[in-house]
């Protein structure tokens, strides 16, 4: 056993090395360890790395994500819906999802230029209204009644901007004014913690490309904006005659307290959602089903208090903070969408919900069936008190922090993920060691089955980490019960590793976490890939502290 040193390797965001399905056949020279056999081929060469530093470094534990009211009764995980898909979508196939799998729309019309909120309000309980091809302007949140429908065949587009179109030569830029709400103040952590511009909600579109907002006018270049609350004036680097000019303003397209409503087949686009809130809103039992939810300044589509809400074959990408968030919700489903590129406001990547999907509070439900790929934050994140949650059959892949993260939760099940090429984003609070996260981590959490997944070449493979976390609604927020058997783990370079750390106060009792049954398709088997608490081990130094007793530690590129 080797004492672990924390190395750091500088990956730039957004270039990743992915793996897919492997080859299904095992060549014959290759080296395996199983069943206590053990063979050695030639160690590979040395990565080359840059200098180690003298320990693992623990990152502070993130601020307290405490909600507005108590958890939900818990339940135990159980197996998804036979309707639900249960094997992870083919990377070489296109995703099915968004407006293109939305029936057709029977009901009343809504044409763009006319008021959609008052038509909605004003139409009874369970109407169906079909909106039109064309752009439809959202300048208050459309309110649906109980059982209604908002849908379209004919690819409607929602949007919560406005054209700017008063522009001004000002010393080398474009200015507009009197555009601007009334200054507000900060919500949320950014990546940039110095200038701390994330929070800001406007984001501006030149001939439909998002700009990139900057903090001040002298940094103002081509493909940015600064927005001045102070003057009420927004500057443009570029010459905005002769081309569309957007900005969002609305801050939410569809939200209400009824139940039971359905929304497919929009496009749903430019809303200037603020931190933590989504572009949609879904509540108790609705359906939001095949649209496209895109550009919007914080979360694409957002569960809350949603108990029983489907919310499927959507594609949610490039929204400013998160793709999807769920809170406080019993038995949701959250299946078969494509979850991308998110993120793109610049929430801090490593550790404030930012990225993919993450859900808090919420009990029961299934998160299955989702591509979850290029987000700059976590892939898929349950945190804060979910008990019961089932993620399966998802395939999450080159997401800048972890694939999945289940944090201060209970009762959760991670089954039959393909999860790649995950974790390797660089900026505040990322890194390599095994606290800095994994494919998988657990963190500080009770209960947690992590079974027949397929973890390859992410920034580690799979991580459980206890933390000191303080108390919550079940009492001291502790690491127990994990068992992590039928996985199929490559790690090979660099500091990659499986394992499991501690703080200093939150030790680990013995027998609390088992892995075993779990194939490892390692660089060398001579070459450390696991630590516990501190130290380093080789697969069979690894075998020698009890765990994967009856696991399989191959060099083959496959396993069986």
Wanted: a negative charge.
């Amino acid at each position: 056993m080797k004492t672990a040193t924390a190395v750091v390797v500088i990956v730039a965001v957004g270039t990743f090395a992915v793996t897919t399905a492997l080859p299904a056949h095992s060549a014959p020279t290759d080296d395996v360890l199983v069943q206590g056999e053990f063979s050695l081929l030639p160690a590979a060469p040395t990565d080359s790395l840059l200098p180690a530093a003298p320990t693992d470094r623990l990152l502070p534990a993130a601020p307290s994500d405490d909600p507005l009211h108590a958890i939900m009764p818990g339940v135990q995980p159980t197996p998804p819906p036979a309707d639900l898909p249960t094997t992870p979508p083919s990377a070489d196939a296109v995703f099915p999802s968004g407006p293109s799998q939305a029936p057709q729309c029977a009901g009343v019309t809504i044409k763009p230029g006319q008021d959609a909120a008052k038509i909605v309000n004003d139409a009874p309980n369970g109407t169906t209204f079909c909106f039109t091809a064309g752009l439809h302007r959202i300048t208050q949140t459309i309110r649906p009644k109980a059982d209604q429908v908002l849908a379209s065949d004919q690819g409607a587009v929602l949007t919560g901007s406005v054209p700017l179109t008063r522009w001004t030569a000002s010393n080398g830029d474009w200015v507009t004014t009197g555009v601007l709400p009334p200054a507000y103040s900060q919500t949320g952590q950014c990546e940039d913690n110095v200038a701390n511009i994330c929070y800001l909600r406007e984001q501006v579109f030149l001939n439909s490309k998002h700009l990139t907002r900057v903090a001040s006018r002298d940094k103002v270049a081509p493909g940015t904006f600064y927005a001045d609350y102070a003057a009420n004036a927004v500057y443009l680097g570029d010459d905005p005659r002769g081309r569309s000019v957007e900005m969002s303003k609305t801050e939410t397209a569809i939200q209400s307290t009824a139940g039971g409503v359905t929304v497919r087949g929009l496009t749903i686009e430019h809303f200037a959602t603020p931190a933590q809130g989504g572009a949609v809103v879904l509540g108790l039992g609705w359906k939001v089903l095949a649209n496209d939810i895109r550009w919007n300044h914080a979360v694409g589509a957002m569960l809350v208090n949603a108990d029983g809400a489907v919310l499927e074959k959507n594609f949610i990408h490039s929204n400013g903070q998160l793709g999807i968030g769920q809170y406080s919700t019993l038995k949701g489903t959250i299946s078969a969408n494509e979850v991308s590129y998110n993120n793109t406001d610049g929430f801090w990547i490593a550790d404030w919900e930012s990225g993919g999907i993450k859900t808090t509070w919420s009990s029961g439900g299934w998160v299955t069936g989702n591509l979850i790929k290029l987000n700059r934050g976590v892939g898929l994140w349950s945190d804060a008190y979910d008990d019961g949650r089932t993620f399966n059959a998802n395939q999450i892949a080159d997401n800048a922090a972890d694939g999945i993260r289940y944090e201060i939760g209970r009762n959760g099940v991670i089954e039959n993920n393909e999860i790649s090429g995950n974790g390797l984003g660089t900026g505040r609070g990322s890194g390599t060691s095994l606290w800095d996260g994994g494919g998988i981590n657990v963190n500080t959490s009770s209960n947690v089955q992590i079974r027949d997944n397929v973890v390859a070449d992410n920034v580690n493979g799979i991580s459980i980490q206890s933390r000191t976390r303080g108390s919550g609604p079940w009492g001291l927020n502790v690491l127990r019960d994990i068992v992590v058997s039928g996985n199929q783990v490559t790690m090979r370079g660099g500091t990659t590793a499986t394992g499991m750390v501690q703080n200093a106060g939150a030790a680990i009792p013995l027998g609390e976490v088992t892995l075993d049954k779990n194939t490892y398709i390692l660089d060398s088997l001579t070459t450390d890939r696991f630590q516990k608490t501190g130290q380093w081990y080789s697969a069979q130094e690894w075998r020698q502290t009890g765990q994967d007793t009856t696991s399989t530690f191959t060099t083959r590129r496959s396993a069986n």
